[in-house]
């Protein structure tokens, strides 16, 4: 089954304890991105990845650090939890093909105390 | 800084009517445009693209884009229960077509 899989689903974690979330796309796409989405704010894209070895900010990459080593993973870390990190997190992935088409995981629920 | 906004709603309509959803856009020199559906829970997923002006349809979904106006919308037509959800407006800015900016999204209410 073509997916996007996130782990973990749900987090908590307190200020400053580094954690990091796995996205892994089984579709063998070149683009992924990660969002986060808050109340009232919609999707934010923090960072994107055009192929292994390029990355890109978004509008929020503040706090976050990625890295694509191998074409199916793209994971976020947090080096240093903020409360304002929590919020809700997409990964997805579009291939070049059908480069707009973005498919999303099924998202991480992360609370920072 | 591109801005994308939308209504947040609750926009109800009754079962079989047409709801229109309304996004407009600051950067003038965006090249495409998206409308995501997303159930409350869920993730995203794409219901519509388009990319030049005028109307796009898909099954009972229209979507409509006027440059000039900097302004795209989407139509349901014969709006079933199953269409409740919150809807995104999502915008491509840049030249490599991977900075998406997103809307906060219109939440639709069918009636039965």
Redesign the interface.
């Known amino acids: 089954e073509a997916q996007v899989t996130q782990n973990p689903r749900y987090l908590i974690t307190v200020t400053g304890k580094k954690l990091t979330v796995t996205c892994s796309q089984n579709m063998n796409h070149e ?1 992924m ?1 990660w ?1 986060r989405q808050d109340p ?6 923090i960072y ?1 990845s ?1 192929n292994v070895e390029v990355t ?1 900010k ?2 929020v990459p503040e706090g976050y650090k990625v890295s694509r080593k191998e074409k199916r993973n793209f994971p976020l870390i947090l080096e240093s939890p903020s409360p304002n990190q929590t919020s809700l997190y ?1 990964c997805a992935s ?1 291939g070049s093909g059908s ?4 498919f ?4 991480t629920r992360l609370t920072v105390l | 800084q591109k801005e994308v906004e939308q209504n947040s709603g609750p926009l109800s309509v009754p079962e079989g009517a047409i709801a229109s959803l309304n996004c407009t856009y600051s950067d003038r020199g965006s090249q495409s445009f998206f409308w995501y559906r997303q159930y409350s829970g869920k993730s995203p997923e794409l219901i519509m693209s388009i990319y030049s002006n005028g109307d796009k349809e898909d099954g009972r979904f229209t979507a409509q884009l006027n440059k000039a106006s900097q302004y795209v919308s989407l139509l349901i037509r014969d709006s079933q229960p199953s269409d409740s959800a919150t809807y995104l407006c999502a915008v491509i800015g840049d030249n490599y077509g991977q900075n998406f900016v997103f809307g906060p999204g219109t939440r639709l209410s069918v009636l039965p």
Do not use: I, K, T
Not at chain 1, 40 to 45: A, S, V
């Open positions: 683009y991105s969002y009232g704010l919609g999707l934010r894209q994107y055009m890109d978004g509008d997409f579009s480069w707009n088409e973005q999303f995981g099924p998202g």
